[in-house]
C-alpha cells in the first residue's frame, strides 16, 4: 500500500497536469458503469421479442463489445479532457494554493468539479432534448420525472450559456493576472489568424457566388407531414412559398411508408411496377437505378445529393443514383449501435452535435433526436460545394415529423400545455396495438408535439431560404416541397401512425408545393387530383428535360399555368406491412393475418445483415394489402380477407372526411370503380388472379 501512495505522490509532482486527467478519465468511466446499469431489453417498431434478444445476445456479442469498447474510449478521452480543463480552472483561480494542497484535499475537488460537469451538460441537454432522456428519468420513477419536468419546466438555454461565459471569464482574468504575456500573444494570434482567413474569403467571394446557368431543383420534404397542417399558423414560410408559386391542394401518394414511396417519387412508378412494396424489401429489389429523376439529371449535368436523419436511412438501402448521400445506414447492426449508444445517457449530453455524428454516425438513427437545424446545416454546405461550378438537385428530407415526434428545445412546448404530466411529455414513442380510447388530454399532448414538431421543420425551411437569398441563389433554384405520406392522429377512431388503412385523408393527401424563380405561375392553388408519380415528370418538363418513357406520371404544369383546370387523373394506393398482428384497430379484424415484425423479418448475412421479409411471407404479404383506388368524387377501398373481399365507398363531395360507408347503396358506382382498379392492380406483372385475389407468382 505504501508503494502504492509513494507512486501516485511521484506521479503528481513529475506530472501534475497528465495526472489530474487521468482521474478525470477514471471517473468518466465510472458514468460509462453507472449507464449500463438501467440496461434495457432490444425493440424494433415497439415489439419486443425474448427469443430476438437471445439472438442477439448470441451472434452478435462480438459487435456489442466492440461498440461498447468504443463508447468507453469516447468517455475516458472526454474525462481526460474535463481533468485537465477542470486542473487549469483552480490552478488560475487559486494559484500557489492549490499546487500546495495536498491529494486528499485536492481529489474532492477535482471528483466534485467532474461530477458537476456532467451534471451540468446533463440538465444542458435534457432541456433541448428531453425526449432522448424521458425513458430514463420521465418513465422511470417518480422523483425521476419530477427531475425532468422541473428542469424543462424552469429552466432556460440562456442560463448554461450565462454560465460558461462567466467561468471562461473568471479564468481569463486570473490567467491575464498571472501570464498577461501568454494572454497577449493567443490574443494577437487569433487576430491575425482571423484577418487572413477574412481575406482569403473575400478575394475569393466573387467566384463562389456565380451563378451557373440553367437551374437548380431543392425538395424540401418531411416524412409523415400532413396536408391540413400546413397552415398560416404553423408553417408560415411554407405558405409564404406556396404564393409565390403553385399548392396542389389534391396530392395523393401510392404507399404511404418512407422507402417505396420515395423510389415512387423518383422513378415515377407505382410500387407494383418497380417492386418494392415494403420497407424490408430484398437485395435484387433494391439495386434497379435505372429511370429515377438522378440518372436522367446527371446526363445533363446536374450534381445530385441527399440529406436525411433517421426516416431517410432508405436513401442508403437503395441505388437512387445520388453522388452525394448524407443519411445514415440502417441495418441489423445499426439497430444493435443505436441500442448501446441509447443506454448511455451520461455520456450523450457531448455527442448529440455534429462531432458526435462524426464519431457515431449512427446518432443520425435515433428517431427521438431528429433536429432540423443539423439537417439544414449539413444541406449548406453541400450546397456550398455545389454553387458556382455546376447545378445541382438536392433532396433535403427531415423525419423531425414522423413519430415519436420529438422535435427540440422550444419547440416541443411550442404547442401542448404546460401542466401535462402523462406519458407523452415530450414525445410519442410507438407502441403496437396501443388502445384507441387514449384521455383527451393525451390526445391534445400528441396533436401538440406533432404540431412543434410542424413547426421546427417551417423555421428550418425559412432559415433555407435566407440562405439561398443570401448567397443569389434563389434567383435560379426551383423548390418543391412534399412529403412521403401524411399521418394518423387518433381521429375518428382510426388510430396513430400511417401505412396501415386506407381511410381518411390524413395519410394519403399529402402536400405539394412548386415554386419556380422569376414569375410566379398564374394559379396559386389547384384543387384537381394530382398523384406522386406527377413530381418527378413535373421536374423534367420545368428544366425543359424530356421524361423518360418508363416515367408512369404526367407533367403538373398546365394546371399550374392555368391551361387547364383538371388533368382528370385518378389516384391509387396500397398498404404496406402491418408490423404487429395484435390491437383493437378495425384493420386488424379485417385482414389476413400474418406474424408481427419480429417473426416476419429476417437478417439477410449474405447483404450487411440488412432486415428483409422472409421468402415464405413475401407472398402473403402482397396479397393480404387493401387498396384503393380515388376519383374527383368517388373513393373505393379493397379490403382482403379469409372470408372474401370487402369494399368501402366514400362520396367526398358530400361526405369529405369519408365517415359514411355507402358501398351497399351504390352498387353501380362499386362496380365502376372496381373495374379501374383491378385494372391498375393488373399493372403488377409479377401477379396474377386467382378466385378474385391477385396472387403473386412464387
Known sequence: MNS????ITSRVKNNKSLFWGEIGALVYAGFFVLSLADQQLFSYMGVTAQPAVDMIRKLFWQDILLIQAKILGVYMILGFLCGLAWYYFWSA??????WLMRLRGKLPV???SLVATEVFFLVASMLKYPQVYSEYFHERSPWRQALQEGVTAHLQPVYFYLTICFLLLLFIVFLFRRWSWLVRMIAVSLAGSALIVWG????????YRQIPAGLNVIIISADSLRNDYVTDELTPNLISLAQQGTRFQQCYVSLPRTFPQWITYLKSQYPSQHGVRNMFPEKSLREQDQGSLCTVLKKYGYRTAVVSDFAGDVFSRFQAGFDIVKTPYFNFNTLIEQRCLEMHYLLLPYILNQAGRDIFPVLKEMANNADPIVLEREAEKIIAGFKGRQNFFLVLFSSVTHFPYAAPYPYYSMFTKPGYQGRYKYYKPNIPGESLALPPADL???????KGAVRSLDDMAGRLMTYLEKNNLDQNTIIIVLSDHGEQLYEHGWGQGHGEHLRGRAVLNVPLIIKKPGASFPVQESGSIVRDIDVAPTILDLLHIPAPPTMAGVSLLPLARGTTSS???????ETGLWFTDKGDNFYQQQRIMYPDIISLGEIDSTYNNEVVVKPEYRSLTTIAKHRMIRTERYKLIYIPTRQGMQFELYDTYNDPQELNNIAAQESKTVAMLKNQLFQWMSLDKHSFWRNGYLVPYQ
Open 4 to 7: 502504492i501512495v509513494v507512486k
Open 93 to 98: 483561480l487559486l494559484g500557489a494554493r492549490f
Open 110 to 112: 477535482m471528483v466534485l
Open 200 to 207: 482569403l474569403l473575400a478575394l475569393t467571394q466573387k467566384t
Open 444 to 450: 391534445a399532448q400528441i396533436r401538440g408535439l406533432y
Open 567 to 573: 388533368l382528370n387523373l385518378t389516384a391509387f394506393a
